[in-house]
Protein backbone atom coordinates (compact mmCIF):
# COMPACT_ATOMS: atom_id res chain seq x y z
CA UNK A 1 0.00 0.00 0.00
CA UNK A 2 1.40 3.19 -1.14
CA UNK A 3 2.17 5.77 1.91
CA UNK A 4 0.59 9.46 1.77
CA UNK A 5 2.83 11.93 1.27
CA UNK A 6 0.41 14.66 -0.05
CA UNK A 7 -2.83 16.15 1.30
CA UNK A 8 -4.85 18.43 -1.17
CA UNK A 9 -7.35 20.67 0.36
CA UNK A 10 -10.38 22.29 -0.55
CA UNK A 11 -10.87 25.93 0.44
CA UNK A 12 -14.74 27.31 1.00
CA UNK A 13 -16.12 25.29 3.27
CA UNK A 14 -12.82 23.01 4.08
CA UNK A 15 -10.63 25.72 5.30
CA UNK A 16 -12.79 28.88 5.18
CA UNK A 17 -15.99 28.61 6.67
CA UNK A 18 -17.80 30.33 4.19
CA UNK A 19 -21.01 30.42 5.57
CA UNK A 20 -19.86 32.40 8.68
CA UNK A 21 -17.97 34.70 6.65
CA UNK A 22 -20.35 35.59 4.26
CA UNK A 23 -23.09 36.92 7.89
CA UNK A 24 -20.60 38.91 8.66
CA UNK A 25 -19.28 40.18 5.57
CA UNK A 26 -23.17 41.38 4.43
CA UNK A 27 -23.65 42.70 7.49
CA UNK A 28 -20.60 44.84 7.38
CA UNK A 29 -21.33 45.52 3.73
CA UNK A 30 -25.32 46.53 4.67
CA UNK A 31 -23.49 48.56 7.80
CA UNK A 32 -20.91 50.54 5.16
CA UNK A 33 -23.56 51.27 2.84
CA UNK A 34 -26.19 52.24 4.95
CA UNK A 35 -26.65 55.63 3.11
CA UNK A 36 -28.27 53.93 0.09
CA UNK A 37 -29.59 50.73 1.51
CA UNK A 38 -31.68 52.31 4.94
CA UNK A 39 -34.61 51.62 2.73
CA UNK A 40 -34.01 48.02 3.21
CA UNK A 41 -34.35 45.99 6.37
CA UNK A 42 -31.50 44.89 7.70
CA UNK A 43 -32.23 41.30 8.46
CA UNK A 44 -33.61 41.18 4.64
CA UNK A 45 -31.25 42.54 3.18
CA UNK A 46 -28.72 39.72 4.38
CA UNK A 47 -31.19 37.32 4.22
CA UNK A 48 -31.78 37.68 0.32
CA UNK A 49 -28.21 38.21 -0.11
CA UNK A 50 -27.34 34.29 1.55
CA UNK A 51 -30.44 32.97 -0.53
CA UNK A 52 -29.23 34.24 -3.75
CA UNK A 53 -25.72 33.37 -3.48
CA UNK A 54 -26.31 29.82 -3.29
CA UNK A 55 -23.68 29.39 -0.65
CA UNK A 56 -21.22 30.84 -3.41
CA UNK A 57 -22.17 28.98 -6.59
CA UNK A 58 -23.68 32.31 -7.80
CA UNK A 59 -21.56 34.52 -8.91
CA UNK A 60 -21.92 38.11 -7.39
CA UNK A 61 -22.91 40.13 -10.74
CA UNK A 62 -25.96 38.31 -10.94
CA UNK A 63 -26.84 38.24 -7.09
CA UNK A 64 -25.90 41.97 -6.95
CA UNK A 65 -28.36 42.75 -10.34
CA UNK A 66 -30.99 40.98 -8.57
CA UNK A 67 -30.64 42.89 -4.82
CA UNK A 68 -30.40 46.13 -6.47
CA UNK A 69 -33.45 45.60 -8.40
CA UNK A 70 -35.63 43.69 -5.55
CA UNK A 71 -35.01 46.17 -3.41
CA UNK A 72 -35.07 49.42 -5.99
CA UNK A 73 -31.59 50.71 -4.71
CA UNK A 74 -30.66 54.11 -6.07
CA UNK A 75 -27.87 56.05 -6.37
CA UNK A 76 -25.56 53.16 -5.91
CA UNK A 77 -24.98 50.71 -9.33
CA UNK A 78 -24.55 46.68 -8.63
CA UNK A 79 -21.10 47.34 -10.08
CA UNK A 80 -20.21 48.95 -6.87
CA UNK A 81 -21.41 46.20 -4.73
CA UNK A 82 -20.00 44.12 -6.61
CA UNK A 83 -16.74 45.94 -6.38
CA UNK A 84 -16.85 46.07 -2.61
CA UNK A 85 -17.77 42.53 -2.55
CA UNK A 86 -14.31 41.95 -4.17
CA UNK A 87 -12.64 44.68 -1.92
CA UNK A 88 -13.64 43.73 1.56
CA UNK A 89 -14.84 39.76 1.65
CA UNK A 90 -11.38 39.35 2.38
CA UNK A 91 -11.84 41.16 6.06
CA UNK A 92 -14.73 38.53 7.15
CA UNK A 93 -12.83 35.38 6.45
CA UNK A 94 -12.93 32.80 9.23
CA UNK A 95 -11.32 29.76 9.47
CA UNK A 96 -12.65 26.25 10.35
CA UNK A 97 -11.56 25.53 14.27
CA UNK A 98 -7.95 23.92 14.27
CA UNK A 99 -6.86 24.78 10.99
CA UNK A 100 -3.26 26.35 11.34
CA UNK A 101 -2.49 23.52 14.00
CA UNK A 102 -3.48 20.74 11.63
CA UNK A 103 -1.54 22.52 8.84
CA UNK A 104 1.10 22.25 11.09
CA UNK A 105 0.66 18.58 12.26
CA UNK A 106 0.94 17.50 9.07
CA UNK A 107 3.93 19.69 8.04
CA UNK A 108 5.81 17.83 11.18
CA UNK A 109 4.36 14.54 9.61
CA UNK A 110 6.34 15.81 6.26
CA UNK A 111 3.23 15.72 4.56
CA UNK A 112 3.20 18.29 1.77
CA UNK A 113 0.19 20.28 1.36
CA UNK A 114 -1.95 21.61 -1.76
CA UNK A 115 -4.90 23.31 -2.51
CA UNK A 116 -7.07 23.39 -5.44
CA UNK A 117 -10.18 26.13 -5.36
CA UNK A 118 -13.09 26.65 -8.20
CA UNK A 119 -12.98 30.66 -7.91
CA UNK A 120 -11.57 34.18 -8.88
CA UNK A 121 -7.78 34.13 -8.53
CA UNK A 122 -7.12 37.39 -6.88
CA UNK A 123 -10.45 37.09 -4.79
CA UNK A 124 -9.67 33.75 -3.64
CA UNK A 125 -6.16 34.78 -3.28
CA UNK A 126 -6.81 37.01 -0.90
CA UNK A 127 -9.29 34.88 1.61
CA UNK A 128 -6.06 32.52 1.43
CA UNK A 129 -3.87 35.46 2.50
CA UNK A 130 -6.48 36.33 5.00
CA UNK A 131 -7.02 33.33 6.47
CA UNK A 132 -2.89 33.52 7.22
CA UNK A 133 -2.28 29.83 5.26
CA UNK A 134 -0.66 31.06 2.19
CA UNK A 135 3.06 29.93 3.27
CA UNK A 136 2.13 26.38 4.17
CA UNK A 137 0.72 25.22 1.01
CA UNK A 138 3.81 23.72 -1.98
CA UNK A 139 1.07 24.84 -4.52
CA UNK A 140 -2.50 26.52 -4.96
CA UNK A 141 -4.42 26.26 -8.12
CA UNK A 142 -7.21 28.68 -8.39
CA UNK A 143 -9.60 27.64 -11.16
CA UNK A 144 -9.92 31.05 -12.89
CA UNK A 145 -5.79 31.25 -13.25
CA UNK A 146 -5.92 27.21 -14.38
CA UNK A 147 -8.80 28.18 -17.15
CA UNK A 148 -10.13 24.50 -15.35
CA UNK A 149 -11.94 23.76 -12.31
CA UNK A 150 -13.39 20.97 -10.23
CA UNK A 151 -14.67 18.54 -10.85
CA UNK A 152 -12.60 18.51 -14.14
CA UNK A 153 -9.75 15.85 -13.31
CA UNK A 154 -7.21 17.83 -14.75
CA UNK A 155 -7.14 20.21 -12.43
CA UNK A 156 -6.52 17.26 -9.78
CA UNK A 157 -4.00 15.97 -12.41
CA UNK A 158 -2.02 19.46 -12.37
CA UNK A 159 -1.58 19.83 -8.61
CA UNK A 160 -0.36 16.24 -8.17
CA UNK A 161 2.11 16.92 -11.27
CA UNK A 162 3.07 20.17 -9.58
CA UNK A 163 3.40 18.29 -6.06
CA UNK A 164 4.97 15.51 -7.95
CA UNK A 165 2.91 12.89 -6.21
CA UNK A 166 1.01 9.42 -7.69
CA UNK A 167 -2.82 10.06 -7.01
CA UNK A 168 -2.36 6.59 -4.81
CA UNK A 169 -0.18 8.94 -2.36
CA UNK A 170 -2.55 11.73 -1.59
CA UNK A 171 -5.86 12.66 0.33
CA UNK A 172 -8.14 15.34 -0.78
CA UNK A 173 -10.00 17.37 1.41
CA UNK A 174 -12.94 18.91 0.54
CA UNK A 175 -16.83 19.68 1.39
CA UNK A 176 -18.75 19.09 -1.65
CA UNK A 177 -20.19 15.60 -3.00
CA UNK A 178 -19.13 15.64 -6.98
CA UNK A 179 -16.27 18.51 -7.03
CA UNK A 180 -14.42 17.19 -4.44
CA UNK A 181 -15.21 13.66 -3.06
CA UNK A 182 -15.94 12.27 -6.46
CA UNK A 183 -13.87 14.29 -8.71
CA UNK A 184 -10.60 13.10 -6.64
CA UNK A 185 -11.84 9.54 -6.57
CA UNK A 186 -12.32 9.38 -10.20
CA UNK A 187 -8.27 10.43 -10.35
CA UNK A 188 -7.06 7.75 -7.88
CA UNK A 189 -6.71 9.93 -4.96
CA UNK A 190 -8.33 8.85 -1.75
CA UNK A 191 -11.01 11.26 -0.54
CA UNK A 192 -11.55 12.54 2.90
CA UNK A 193 -14.98 14.85 3.25
CA UNK A 194 -15.40 17.44 5.18
CA UNK A 195 -18.95 16.69 6.51
CA UNK A 196 -21.75 19.29 5.51
CA UNK A 197 -24.95 19.02 7.36
CA UNK A 198 -26.97 19.50 3.53
CA UNK A 199 -25.70 16.59 1.93
CA UNK A 200 -25.40 12.91 3.37
CA UNK A 201 -24.83 9.69 2.20
CA UNK A 202 -21.46 10.49 0.87
CA UNK A 203 -19.14 7.89 -0.76
CA UNK A 204 -16.07 9.02 1.13
CA UNK A 205 -12.98 7.30 2.03
CA UNK A 206 -12.93 8.89 5.35
CA UNK A 207 -15.63 11.79 7.23
CA UNK A 208 -14.21 14.18 9.66
CA UNK A 209 -16.16 16.55 11.17
CA UNK A 210 -13.00 18.48 12.12
CA UNK A 211 -9.93 19.69 10.29
CA UNK A 212 -7.95 17.79 13.39
CA UNK A 213 -8.85 14.41 12.77
CA UNK A 214 -7.25 14.44 9.16
CA UNK A 215 -3.23 13.79 10.37
CA UNK A 216 -4.67 10.85 12.40
CA UNK A 217 -6.10 9.73 9.13
CA UNK A 218 -2.49 9.72 7.93
CA UNK A 219 -0.87 8.08 10.70
CA UNK A 220 -3.15 5.35 10.30
CA UNK A 221 -2.81 5.02 6.40
CA UNK A 222 0.99 5.18 6.99
CA UNK A 223 0.43 2.95 10.02
CA UNK A 224 2.48 5.23 12.16
CA UNK A 225 1.87 4.36 15.97
CA UNK A 226 4.00 7.40 17.50
CA UNK A 227 3.05 10.36 18.97
CA UNK A 228 4.10 13.97 17.98
CA UNK A 229 3.88 16.43 20.30
Not at 81 to 91: M, R, T, V, W
Not at 170 to 182: M, Q, Y
Not at 199 to 207: E, G, R, S, V
Request: proline residues 3%.
Amino acid sequence: MDIIKTVVFDLDGTLLNRDESVKIFIEKQYQRLHTWLNHIPKDRYITRFIELDSRGYVWKDKVYQQLVDEFDITGLKWEQLLQDYIDHFKGSCVPFPNLISTLESLMKRNITLGMITNGKGQFQMNNIKALGIESYFKTILISEWEGMKKPQPEIFLRALEKLNVAPSESLFVGDHPENDVKAAQNVGMKSVWKKDDQWDNIKADFLVNDLAEIPLIVDDLNNLNFKFY
